[in-house]
């Protein structure tokens, strides 16, 4: 490919309204352009990426005997009402009627779709068990669609779906497809770790996600040393402690604390630690009402878990500084759970302390040396809170470590809940009718080309991993417009790279080098080669990795060899 006849796009600006890296160096590298909010185009360098990613995940797909297929992304409203979907999915789901007024969907999903599909088609246990799956475009109306194709509207998954008779059979399914995306994500040349996780709307028990190591990720992942304990930070339960809580020494006194709101600032007014603190979030209940939520004051809350309470609502939603303002006649910073007026869970780590420092419900006041069952009542204590690092690990596997991480795959098993709400059954070996069993299992294929940059950059740009990059060398000859003999020998350069195999990127702009060297390091090409007059004389090039220091100095006749070898050192 020729740069001067290619839509490259690069930019040197860093675009501002993009906060990640990854959006920044997608925007600048000509990767993508933004159409609307969380719709994006992807040009011609873009998409080179993008294809290469779904080209390896389909070998391992089809290398487990996984069936590729198309299906739509407008999906129609009945499938939806079938399973439930419909009334309980949200405002994610994009809506809309056509010209009969009948109800459809821009699938964000395709779980009912494949299983109308299965449902008619798969009639005899011979057929079982199936692996269908398919890249394609999904659409939900993300509440927040941010850092450019990491959460976007639109986007490309991969989505496959496996069918079975017995539990058996999708304990193996699941363990290969688990293989499979190990495989996937190894020849990605991604640092990635597998995590237990929370099955969400989807449904399911079992289920692992695979997260991009990366500081920017969005999800918290805790995993021991010994490799025997990683799940989600969501999924990571604590424990009630065991031990016996102190008691009282200290009488219960209200303290004027003028302008202390924070953790961090009433812990150093009061000279303590700050878990001898206690901080207290309101969130909305059922209907108009309020709950307190109380954890240690270094702690941290884990929604998930709140949002799994009776009285607390689903998805969390904190009141804001009015609500609470109105209804407890005080600012969120001087909130405490004494005599306070609402249903209060407590974390299990409170239920330990005593003569605790807490929120008065008087602006400007915070009580001290604050005793349950003394001074307030017991509340019901449950688990509230993330992990911290170096805690045990559930299950004795040493201290927990804390990752930031990406989700690019969630496998689920799925078990009957598609199936039998949608009847999808077949004749076993004796002629009797099962209903199927379920699988599902998504690579979000656009956010793996985010996810990767965050994980692979430097200040100059993109430095991809080889298996992905929109190409593997870039050829940039120093003013081949005035040597007839530069052109030349560049040109057979070119033709000798191509017909070895390598996907080629000669930049004949008539740029200046810095210019042309500046792009090629933003697009993140693996292998540069220099080529100029006074090289030609010698009889050499000059090479650079995208990730070494220093340009060298090679000959001319083994620089293809050379890069070979260093692509693939066995
Ligand atoms: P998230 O928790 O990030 O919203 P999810 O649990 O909703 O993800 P799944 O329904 O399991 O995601 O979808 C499969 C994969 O599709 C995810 O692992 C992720 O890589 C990708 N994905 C999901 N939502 C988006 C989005 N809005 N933009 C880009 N990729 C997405
Ligand atoms: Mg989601």
Redesign the pocket.
């Known amino acids: 490919m020729e740069t001067a006849q290619r839509l490259l796009a690069t930019q040197r600006q860093i675009p501002a309204d993009a906060e990640t890296v990854s959006h920044q160096l997608m925007l600048r590298a000509g990767l993508i352009r933004q159409l609307a909010s969380g719709v994006y185009t992807w040009l011609p360098t873009g998409l080179k990426v993008l294809r290469n990613i779904e080209q390896i995940v389909r070998e391992e797909m089809d290398a487990a005997k996984a069936q590729e297929i198309l299906m739509p992304g407008v999906q129609p409203a009945e499938l939806w009402e079938e399973t439930g979907r419909w009334d309980q999915f949200g405002p994610e789901l994009l809506r809309f009627s056509d010209r009969h007024d009948r109800g459809f969907c821009l699938g964000p999903?395709h779980e009912e779709v494949i299983t109308d599909l299965v449902r008619s088609e798969i009639r005899s246990y011979k057929q079982l068990p199936a692996i269908f799956y398919q890249i394609q475009t999904k659409f939900?109306d993300?509440i927040r669609?941010r850092f450019g194709?990491?959460?976007?509207?639109e986007?490309i998954?991969k989505d496959a779906y496996s069918f079975h008779l017995d539990e058996k059979s999708l304990q193996e399914t699941y363990e290969v497809m688990y293989q499979t995306y190990e495989k996937i994500f190894d020849r990605l040349g991604l640092e990635y770790r597998a995590v237990v996780a929370d099955s969400?709307n989807?449904g399911g028990d079992t289920s692992h996600?695979f997260h991009v190591l990366a500081e920017s990720g969005?999800d918290q992942i805790v995993f021991t040393n010994n490799g025997n304990f990683a799940a989600n930070m969501e999924m990571v339960a604590t424990q009630m402690p065991s031990a016996q809580r102190p008691s009282p020494e200290a009488s219960i006194e209200k303290v004027s604390t003028p302008g202390k709101h924070s953790i961090s600032e009433v812990s150093t007014f009061f000279s303590v630690s700050e878990d001898k603190t206690l901080k207290t979030l309101i969130v909305h209940g059922e209907k108009d009402s309020l709950v307190g939520i109380v954890l240690r004051g270094d702690h941290e809350l884990n929604r998930v878990k709140a949002e799994r309470l009776d009285k607390v609502r689903s998805p969390l939603k904190f009141a804001s500084a009015e609500i609470i303002s109105k209804e407890l006649k005080c600012d969120v910073g001087s909130i405490g759970p004494v005599k306070l007026n609402i249903p209060v869970y407590a974390d299990y780590s409170t239920s330990v302390m005593s003569d605790f420092i807490c929120g008065a419900n008087e602006n400007g006041f915070h009580y001290k040396g604050v005793n349950w069952g003394r001074d307030l009542p017991e509340p019901d204590f449950v688990d509230l809170r993330n992990i911290s690092q170096g805690e045990p690990s559930p299950g004795d596997n040493g201290p927990v470590k804390i990752a930031r991480g990406i989700?690019?795959?969630?496998i689920f098993q799925l078990g009957t809940k598609y199936s039998e709400s949608m009847k999808v059954s077949c004749l076993d070996e004796n002629g009797k009718s099962i209903t199927l069993i379920m699988g599902c299992y998504?690579?979000?294929i656009?956010?793996i080309v985010a996810a990767a940059i965050e994980q692979n950059h430097d200040d100059r740009g993109i430095v991809w991993p080889k298996s992905i990059a929109p190409y593997d060398l870039a050829i940039v000859p120093i003013n081949m417009h005035k040597s007839k003999r530069l052109y030349d020998s560049v040109m057979e350069l070119y033709q000798q790279a191509k017909a070895a195999g390598f996907d080629v990127l000669l930049d004949n702009r008539k740029e200046r080098p810095g210019v042309m060297f500046a792009d090629m390091e933003l697009l993140g090409i693996p292998h540069r080669i220099v080529l100029s007059d006074k090289a030609l004389d010698a009889g050499t090039v000059e090479y650079k990795g995208r990730s070494d220091a220093e340009s060298r100095d090679l000959p001319r006749d083994d620089i293809l060899a050379f890069i070979r070898d260093r692509n693939d050192p066995d």
């Open positions: 999903t939900r993300e669609p194709v990491m959460r976007s509207r986007f998954m969400g989807i996600e969005e989700e690019v795959g969630h998504g690579i979000g656009s956010r």
